[in-house]
């Protein structure tokens, strides 16, 4: 029998030691039965330090396979042991064992009882150095969990303290150091949380690097340090912006997946961090090729994980919040579903931990909110959020975005029903609740207070309402630890509130405050439709401020924030602030810190899933200081993100005509040779300008839509309305303004809101301008732009084979041959690769193609190609280079649905992008009269060195051949700077 025990406890110790050389578990697992059956075979003398080593066996298999019931047995019976303190590998084993026990359960008092163990174990005399090292660091690790429990500041303090001891006593070439300096590399992390120590994080980062080092790559566990360094360098991302560190935590977390084997215990949570990394990416940028790694990564570690597991559901949770991050973008697919079906799941499991359940109930509310398919989508939303709030903690700091949430959802909800108030009442119930719980530095306070003000407003107008929704959003525009987003929108909310008393000093004041936010906003993603849909809520704003100051009696204010407001829209939605290029030219360095940065500062509201806490704020708004004064400190970036503009330095002789639509009232502003004059509109109305355009486009499509039998009777009612408008604009725009620009022959249009829909080229009894030369520009800055000579030019011409429009053809044909361009590249070859190339690596391109728009949904808009759509911002990326972009096709300068404030268009995304001047079409183009412009605008057989004159000319010879249809010569506008 004792022959038999020997055999079984020598073969269980071997398979054990083979196990530590391969990580095969199967061979622990071995080693765990064979020491089972001797322990059940030994000798009364012998049972203790068998039983030891079973115990040891099982702590160790809980490592590779996260068995509970493995660490329960391993602590069951590593406490049997008798007698006196012994510092040996079995009181090593048990102090770690408890220690495990604890964080699996939490438990404060199993915890302190595995410190105080390892404390004695470290202190002990007998103890030899190499386990006194090992208890030093296993201490650390334990000190760092009683942190995390109870925000035991000291002893946080101690870890650091004890890993440092460990780390000084373990010889260099021992193959304990490595994990030795991880622990530190962990405690050094932690500090960097409680403290936001820049320096322990960094030292956290080379203290990781150093164990990774340390560690051979065939031992089984170096995964583990791999790990530990791609999360330290995940947090300096979170921390600082850090692009170049959030790619090497990605390096590092995949080399940790790939150290281990299939089906290895460790490689789920290994996944899942991943996945979790890779979706904090996609969250700050939209790339949908990270969301979709971040979607098979996160399955894999679903799929590798048992169904009794408890870290499932996490697992599960990772998995929806990627997959709702996908739906954005990919609208159509079912994968929003699926991550609804995934969060019920959550919810509804009997396994779940409470903390998880209040997190998958927000996302589940976030992510029916996002689908609200109908009314349902929106009550269930509601359900769920209020669900989160009751699961969660009392104090907890999510409470305030979840009932935040609720009070919004009940809002949406209220808007559906025949008498809204009680939903009114229900959320602003709700949302004052949310203000209560959120203490000042809380960074859901802002957004909270400016949907209370939202929902107060929404009911009975009152001055106590008033009066209270202003001190609210006064309040939350000035809290530094909201997103831009949300003081944007309460300090625009505060302007027009004082402007609707008279106190219009105090609302340009707020005006300007929500303008000078607008540099901190960043796109949340790289899908440039999605980008122009996230940053709707900010269009108008520059042309609000502007009406304001001019009602102030300060021009020249009014035109430094409508100037200031559109340059950094544009910049937004481009992805390209002012000097940005420059910067990352001749700054490469602090250009990825800005950008970086920028992302992590533009984060918040309820919809957001990862959300910054408030330390992790209020050191993302210093270091956004000391980035932006670093940039301005460089010569030539004195006035990075500060768009000034100097009237008196507007290029130029032409007069400027800058339109615009306030609350209530219509007013031109005229510069003309560094003078800003201010003109009424006395016999404007707001709403006629809106109401005019929404009928010329209208009839217009009526027009394009029109069969042949249809299509005479639809051009005469265009006709008509167009003469009609052509007289308004002369007599109530051109009339009060010329007085101010005697004897000039050009005007350059600046149009906002409703101004944009109007053909202001177009003025007179049906003539072309009545004689003026008429140019647009988004912006002032645009109206300056190098020479340029016409002679040398390289063209590319895309058009022509298209069945579909047969004039186009005609012109593609003519163009080439008159410009000698060297090749064309016709419709059917027109590839969106092919397209935007010709748009990258030619000065002047014509295009003569499909033009499209989606008046209610900004950006998809753009140029129909062969193989798909090329939309608005694309497109301007490439032409920025251009000298020309003469663009024969329909809608690529046409207002949206909403005449927004800003020109959401080709046209003006290219010379916004850079491209010096755009030939572009306000309307849809009858391909003929299309091709009969082309041919009188390149009538010299060269592009004309003054475009602007040269499309005046083809447009007035046009007209003279069919007066009676505008439709066809009067489509086309000139983008591009002053003379």
């Known amino acids: 029998m004792e022959k038999l025990f020997v055999d079984d406890f020598e073969r269980g110790v071997s398979a054990w030691d083979e196990f530590e050389l391969t990580g095969e578990v199967a061979l622990l697992v071995e080693a765990v039965g064979l020491l089972r059956r001797a322990v059940g075979a030994a000798t009364a003398d012998r049972v203790q330090e068998r039983t030891g080593q079973l115990g040891l066996a099982l702590g160790r298999l809980y490592d590779q396979t996260y068995d509970l019931g493995a660490l329960r047995e391993s602590v069951a019976l590593l406490e049997t042991r008798t007698g006196p303190f012994v510092p040996d590998e079995c009181e090593y084993g048990y102090a770690c064992a408890l220690?495990?026990?604890?964080?699996?359960?939490?438990?404060?008092?199993?915890?302190?009882?595995?410190?105080?163990?390892?404390?004695?174990?470290?202190?002990?005399?007998?103890?030899?150095?190499?386990?006194?090292?090992?208890?030093?660091?296993?201490?650390?690790?334990?000190?760092?969990?009683?942190?995390?429990?109870?925000?035991?500041?000291?002893?946080?303090?101690?870890?650091?303290?004890?890993?440092?001891?460990?780390?000084?006593?373990?010889?260099?070439?021992s193959p304990r150091?490595?994990?030795?300096?991880?622990?530190?590399?962990?405690?050094?992390?932690?500090?960097?949380?409680?403290?936001?120590?820049?320096?322990?994080?960094?030292?956290?980062?080379?203290?990781?690097?150093?164990?990774?080092?340390?560690?051979?790559?065939?031992?089984?566990?170096?995964?583990?340090?791999?790990?530990?360094?791609?999360?330290?360098?995940?947090?300096?991302?979170?921390?600082?912006?850090?692009?170049?560190?959030?790619?090497?935590?990605?390096?590092?977390?995949r080399r940790a997946i790939d150290h281990l084997p299939v089906g290895h215990g460790r490689l789920a949570p290994h996944q899942s961090n991943?996945?979790?990394?890779?979706?904090?990416?996609?969250?700050r940028t939209g790339d949908m090729a990270t969301v979709d790694e971040a979607i098979q990564v996160a399955k894999k570690a679903v799929a590798s994980t048992s169904l009794e597991s408890s870290d499932r559901q996490l697992y599960a949770n990772n998995l929806g919040l990627a997959l709702m991050t996908a739906a954005r973008v990919r609208t159509e697919s079912n994968e929003l579903d699926e991550a609804i079906r995934i969060f019920e799941g959550i919810i509804s499991s009997t396994t779940t931990d409470?903390?998880?359940?209040?997190?998958?109930?927000?996302?589940?509310?976030?992510?029916?909110?996002?689908?609200?398919?109908?009314?349902?989508?929106?009550r269930e939303a509601l359900v769920a959020a209020e669900a989160a709030d009751?699961?969660?903690?009392?104090?907890?700091?999510?409470?305030?975005?979840?009932?935040?949430?609720?009070?919004?959802?009940?809002?949406?909800?209220?808007?559906?029903?025949?008498?809204?108030?009680?939903?009114?009442?229900?959320?602003?119930?709700?949302?004052?609740?949310?203000?209560?719980?959120?203490?000042?530095?809380?960074?859901?306070?802002?957004?909270?207070?400016?949907?209370?003000a939202t929902s107060l407003l929404a009911g009975p107008d009152t001055p106590a309402v008033q009066a209270e929704a202003l001190r609210l959003v006064?309040?939350?525009?000035?809290?530094?630890?909201?997103?831009?987003?949300?003081?944007?929108?309460?300090?625009?909310?505060?302007?027009?509130?004082?402007?609707?008393?008279?106190?219009?000093?105090?609302?340009?004041?707020?005006?300007?405050?929500?303008?000078?936010?607008?540099?901190?906003?960043?796109?949340?993603?790289?899908?440039?439709?999605?980008?122009?849909?996230?940053?709707?809520?900010?269009?108008?704003?520059a042309s609000e401020a502007a009406s304001a100051a001019v009602e102030l009696g300060d021009p020249v204010r009014a035109l430094r924030l409508l100037e200031r407001g559109r340059t950094l829209l544009f910049g937004a939605l481009l992805d390209d602030v002012s000097l940005f290029a420059e910067l990352k030219l001749k700054h490469p360095e602090l250009a990825d810190e800005f950008q970086g940065l920028r992302r992590l500062i533009d984060i918040g509201g309820v919809d957001t899933l990862s959300v910054p806490d408030v330390e992790d704020r209020q050191r993302h708004r210093r270091k956004w200081d000391d980035v932006i004064a670093r940039i301005r400190a460089?010569?030539?970036?004195?006035?990075?993100?500060?768009?000034?503009?100097?009237?008196?330095?507007?290029?130029?002789?032409?007069?400027?005509?800058?339109?615009?639509?306030?609350?209530?009232?219509?007013?031109?502003?005229?510069?003309?040779r560094g003078t800003v004059t201010p003109v009424r509109l006395a016999g404007i109305d707001p709403d006629e300008v809106r109401a005019r355009a929404h009928s010329l486009r209208d009839c217009m499509d009526d027009v394009a839509d029109a069969t042949s039998a249809g299509r005479t009777a639809a051009e005469r009612r265009f006709t008509d309305l167009f003469t009609q408008t052509s007289a308004w604009i002369r007599d109530e725009i051109i009339g009060p303004v010329l007085p101010h620009i005697p004897g000039e022959t050009r005007i350059t249009w600046v149009p906002t809101g409703p101004f944009s829909g109007i053909p202001l080229?177009?003025?007179g009894d049906g003539r072309a301008g009545e004689g003026f030369v008429s140019n647009y520009a988004a912006t002032l800055a645009s109206l300056s732009h190098p020479d340029w000579n016409s002679a040398r030019t390289s063209v590319a011409v895309i058009g022509g084979e298209d069945l579909s429009l047969q004039g186009a053809d005609r012109e593609a044909v003519h163009v080439a041959e008159r410009l000698g361009a060297e090749a064309r590249l016709s419709s059917v070859e027109a590839t969106a690769e092919a397209v935007l190339a010709k748009f990258r690596c030619n000065s002047v391109v014509h295009v003569a193609v499909h033009g499209f728009t989606n008046p209610r949904k900004r950006f998809e808009g753009g140029l129909a190609l062969a193989d798909r759509d090329a939309h608005t911002i694309e497109v301007a990326r490439a032409g920025a280079g251009l000298k020309l972009a003469y663009l024969s096709a329909c809608d690529t300068a046409s207002a949206d649905d909403q005449l927004s404030d800003e020109p959401l268009h080709l046209a003006a995304a290219l010379r916004a992008a850079g491209c010096a001047r755009v030939v572009a079409a306000l309307w849809p183009l009858d391909d003929r009269a299309g091709a009969l412009l082309a041919e009188e605008f390149y009538a010299e057989g060269v592009v004309p060195s003054d475009t602007a004159a040269a499309l005046h000319r083809a447009q007035q010879r046009l007209r003279d051949l069919h007066p009676d249809r505008p439709s066809t010569w009067a489509a086309l506008t000139h983008w591009g700077p002053v003379r």
């Open 354 to 378: 409470r903390a998880l359940v209040h997190e998958a109930a927000s996302n589940l509310a976030v992510a029916l909110r996002q689908r609200g398919r109908d009314t349902q989508d929106l």
């Open 274 to 283: 991943l996945a979790l990394a890779l979706w904090t990416r996609a969250e």
């Open 177 to 253: 150091q490595g994990p030795h300096l991880s622990h530190l590399g962990l405690a050094l992390r932690m500090t960097f949380e409680s403290t936001g120590s820049i320096d322990a994080l960094d030292e956290a980062i080379s203290v990781s690097h150093a164990a990774v080092d340390a560690i051979e790559d065939e031992v089984p566990s170096k995964d583990i340090e791999m790990s530990m360094l791609a999360l330290a360098l995940r947090f300096r991302y979170e921390a600082l912006g850090d692009l170049e560190a959030l790619e090497d935590s990605f390096v590092w977390q």
């Open 474 to 541: 006064t309040e939350a525009s000035a809290m530094a630890t909201a997103a831009p987003r949300t003081t944007i929108d309460a300090a625009r909310t505060a302007a027009r509130l004082l402007a609707q008393e008279g106190r219009l000093e105090e609302a340009v004041e707020f005006y300007e405050q929500a303008i000078h936010g607008l540099s901190r906003v960043a796109p949340q993603t790289a899908d440039l439709v999605d980008r122009g849909n996230q940053l709707e809520s900010f269009l108008g704003i």
């Open 99 to 173: 220690q495990k026990l604890a964080a699996e359960t939490e438990d404060l008092e199993v915890l302190d009882r595995a410190i105080g163990r390892l404390r004695s174990l470290s202190l002990h005399l007998d103890t030899d150095q190499p386990l006194r090292a090992r208890a030093l660091s296993a201490l650390s690790t334990a000190l760092q969990d009683r942190y995390e429990y109870a925000s035991d500041e000291e002893a946080l303090v101690l870890a650091v303290e004890r890993a440092r001891e460990a780390v000084e006593i373990t010889p260099p070439d």
């Open 634 to 672: 460089h010569e030539g970036f004195e006035d990075f993100l500060v768009p000034i503009v100097e009237v008196e330095k507007v290029p130029g002789e032409d007069p400027v005509v800058v339109l615009l639509v306030g609350p209530e009232r219509c007013d031109a502003l005229v510069l003309i």
């Open 390 to 452: 009751q699961a969660a903690p009392e104090g907890h700091v999510a409470r305030v975005r979840y009932r935040t949430l609720a009070g919004i959802l009940h809002r949406e909800t209220a808007a559906h029903e025949p008498d809204p108030g009680a939903g009114l009442a229900a959320s602003v119930t709700a949302l004052r609740n949310a203000v209560a719980a959120a203490g000042m530095e809380n960074p859901d306070r802002a957004t909270a207070q400016f949907e209370l």
């Open 761 to 763: 080229h177009a003025a």
